[in-house]
């Protein structure tokens, strides 16, 4: 876990003498260390080097200027756990005031896990008690190795952060609005959005405030997001999981904080003490940042940094961060790329390029260059790739090891790649949509529609996978003839040129359908926008609502009269241009009619509650409900039956189910429980309609269903005092049946009690707000 700059402070203010720790920031600059490293026949400065290997070769050098008067042992010391002691050989030192002999040369010991480096004040036994103080607590050094590293790759994020902040601020402070949140979100600094709404010669100071509280955590999860101060986009702050982004080294910083202060506190004596320092990589050396003034008087200061991790450096875990394909070919292109902050801030990235793969077997390598205002890498060059494009990804080396990854999804095209799908033929007097293939879709910049009168549109479009677009042709106002789409592309010479033809949609008449006793019915085909009105049996229909069902259009013919006994079997169809044609025409038996006979409610109050009488056509929700109905010529098959429909609710009862009793030829019986068929809640209207030979019915009207109150007590005085549950059901309450002086409940009463004015014959009257018009007697 990425270690905060500014409780690393404390730490550090902890370590040293009191009296000179009130500084909380790492912010005096100390000495410079030349470090190299060599690795085989490769030689990189340490700040390239994520990790060291046991058999490397060090070379280590204090820059330090002529005048020097202060005298540094220069001490590089290996570590190899916190319980085993290194031994006395893992300890190198050089006199640095000594010319030609002040080059320090070590190879890394087989076994060691860490490595750090001191520079001693020369005060004699110098080097012997650095060696006595680690060898002796070898623990507090490997935690603070572990930390002040990590701290480092946290400095040098937010200094890269500050600096390219400040280069915007000066040079085009109207770019900071913009460019600030993709730096944040690439070297995971927390972004004060309050700063980009001040004015732009105070967002650049404002934006750099308090630099130690400025470095994200780098573990994933909530803790980031708790992080944030409302930044006006949507920022993904993630960090990858490897050891340089903090994986692993995790602890609570003030137990952390004050454990190495105590054990470090141990090896102060009266000639040394120990001041930690962080160690920036610059160009060939690494530059010491303190955070407390050095001594030169006893207990002097012994100035300690770490040196990269020793083991195998895991490769980036980058990720793209592409929403979608990416076109090469474009000259604004960025890779994104998530939980890349070390990309950004440190030199470990070298020679990185992008290797793409042709169709046709050719490799192409293009070089690449980060850039943290961008978010991602940039082609160094220009994309000189011909498409099609199988396979792209991101390779170079980090530090001395060669990596590969992530994949880039990266398109790039020829011309004439695009085709119309099906075919080039396309309707006029429409909106017609249209799907191009074969080319991709990322490298679209533009797209034009030319009709033969040189009338030019511009089209949206939208990627519907790689290799095909979606448009909409506007050529609802469109003659047929020829037609020109032109496709512009990324990086291309030209743009491309399809050739469309507009025709007029062909009238297609199908067949048209109604019932006898009908006044609508139904004429199915294509372009039927055309027909204005149909003649059958001398009855007129005019045209209603037309819609589109999958290739072929419904149009609703209505006529003022029922058709009578026609039998024709076709229907004359005009058309809106004067012209007539002819179609098939059936007319189908009468839907089936239903009478109601009888119905009868069974219902129980519930235990204590009054008797309510209810008006006839009035069901309660909890109610059973029995009908029976007369259906002209009866039910037939198994499938035949009833739907009862409460709200938007509906349920079939057929003969199948044995829901529905047949009594002779025309009479059946149905019953249904409202409130298990349709759900606690409903009311209002129950219908029902009868299904024969798979066509539906009118509908017909049964009852309301009402939800009741349950009235517990009355009790009369002077006035009565009404008292149950659910009274919120409630709209009115009197003591007359014509409801004179009845108390109104407000809305959304919930009381459990109503006091009205006592008169009539001592019942109680209701009016519900499931059924305003009726009137409800208690008992």
């Known amino acids: 876990m990425v270690r905060v700059l500014l409780l690393l402070a404390a730490l550090s203010a902890l370590f ?20 190299s490293v060599t690795r085989g026949a490769v030689e990189l400065p340490v700040a390239a080097v994520p990790a060291l290997r046991g058999g490397d070769r060090l070379t280590a050098r204090a820059l330090l200027p002529a005048d020097q008067s202060a005298r540094y042992l220069l001490v590089v010391a290996f570590l190899r756990g916190a319980t085993n002691p290194p031994p006395k050989d893992w300890f190198f030192s050089v006199e640095t005031w000594k010319p030609k002999k002040d080059v320090l040369t070590v190879t890394v010991p087989e076994g060691a896990e860490q490595a750090m480096l001191f520079l001693a004040p020369e005060a004699g036994g110098g080097f012997s008690a650095v060696r006595g103080a680690v060898r002796g607590r070898p623990g507090v050094f490997v935690r603070a190795a ?47 959005a309050d700063c980009l709404l001040k004015q732009r010669a105070l967002q650049a100071a404002c934006l750099t405030q308090q630099r130690d509280a400025l470095v994200l955590q780098a573990q994933r999860g909530a803790t980031l997001t708790e992080t944030l101060t409302g930044a006006p986009v949507d920022l993904a702050y993630r960090v990858a999981a490897t050891r340089e982004g903090g994986a692993g080294y995790y602890s609570p910083y003030i137990g952390l904080a004050r454990d190495l202060a105590r054990l470090f506190g141990a090896f102060r004596s009266a000639q ?53 394909a990416l076109c090469l070919a474009r000259p604004d292109l960025v890779l994104p790329l998530d939980d890349a902050a070390l990309l950004f801030a440190t030199d470990y990235a070298r020679d990185l390029t992008l290797k793409v793969t042709a169709a046709d077997g050719k490799v192409s390598l293009l070089k690449l260059t980060p850039d943290a205002e961008r978010g991602g890498l940039v082609l160094a060059g220009g994309a000189s790739v011909a498409g099609p494009i199988t396979d792209a990804v991101v390779q170079g080396s980090w ?19 695009w085709t119309p799908q099906p075919d080039a033929n396309v309707i006029v007097g429409r909106d017609h949509p249209l799907v191009l293939r074969g080319g991709a879709s990322a490298c679209v910049s533009g797209l034009t529609l030319r009709d033969a009168g040189g009338l030019s549109r511009s089209l949206t479009w939208k990627a519907a996978a790689p290799d095909a677009i979606e448009t909409t042709l506007p050529l609802s106002k469109t003659r047929p003839g020829p037609l020109t789409l032109t496709v512009v592309r990324h990086g291309a010479v030209a743009p491309d040129q399809i050739a469309l033809t507009g025709r007029a949609e062909p009238s297609r008449l199908d ?53 009578g006994d026609a039998t024709d079997t076709s229907a004359s169809v005009q058309l809106r241009d004067g012209r007539s ?29 009054r008797p309510i009488d209810l008006p006839a056509g009035l069901v309660p929700t909890t109610a059973t409900l029995t009908f029976s109905a007369r259906i002209a010529g009866g039910l037939g098959g198994p499938d035949d039956g009833i ?63 009402v939800r009741l109150p349950v009235v517990t007590g009355i009790e009369c005085r002077e006035s009565c005092t009404v008292s149950g549950r659910d009274l919120f059901l409630v709209a009115a309450i009197g003591t007359t049946p014509d409801m004179a002086g009845a108390v109104t409940l407000p809305g959304g009463f919930v009381g459990t009690s109503v006091t009205v004015p006592r008169g009539g014959d001592g019942a109680i009257y209701l009016k519900l707000h499931d059924a305003a018009d009726a009137v409800l007697r208690v008992r």
């Open 16 to 35: 040293a003498d009191p009296a000179r720790a009130q500084q909380n920031g790492f912010d005096l600059d100390g000495p410079e260390v030349a470090v």
């Open 146 to 192: 572990q930390d002040l590293y990590q701290a480092s790759l946290d400095r040098q994020r937010l200094d890269a952060f500050v600096g390219a902040i400040g280069r915007i601020g000066d040079a085009a402070p109207e770019r900071l609005a913009s460019a600030a949140p993709v730096l944040a979100d690439a070297l995971r600094i927390k972004l004060n």
């Open 272 to 324: 040394y003490q120990y001041l930690p320092a962080l160690a920036l990589g610059q160009g060939d050396a690494i530059h010491l940042q303190l955070n407390s003034a050095p001594s030169f008087q006893n207990p002097r200061s012994v100035l300690v940094a770490p040196l990269p991790p020793i083991g195998d450096a895991p490769p980036p875990l980058w990720r793209s961060g592409a929403q979608g």
């Open 399 to 417: 530090g001395f090891d060669r990596f590969s990854g992530p994949r880039v999804p990266a398109q790039i095209d020829g011309p004439g790649a």
């Open 511 to 563: 067949r048209f359908t109604l019932h006898r006793g009908d006044k609508e019915g139904v004429l199915e085909g294509a372009r039927l926008d055309q027909v204005a009105g149909l003649t059958l049996g001398g009855v007129c229909f005019t045209a209603g609502a037309l819609t589109r069902v999958g290739e072929g259009d419904r149009l609703v013919l209505v006529a003022e009269q029922p058709l």
């Open 581 to 609: 044609a002819t179609v098939a025409a059936t007319v189908a038996p009468s839907r089936p009619a239903v009478q109601l006979l009888d119905r009868r409610v069974a219902f129980d109050s519930p235990a204590g509650a």
């Open 643 to 705: 739907e009862i429909a409460a709200g938007d609710v509906s349920r079939r009862l057929t003969i199948a189910s044995g829901a529905v009793q047949r009594i002779g030829d025309d009479v059946v019986v149905a019953t249904i429980a409202p409130q298990a068929a349709f759900g606690p809640a409903v009311s209002g209207p129950i219908r029902v309609r009868v299904w024969r030979g798979g066509t539906a019915g009118d509908w017909q009207a049964v009852a309301t269903l």
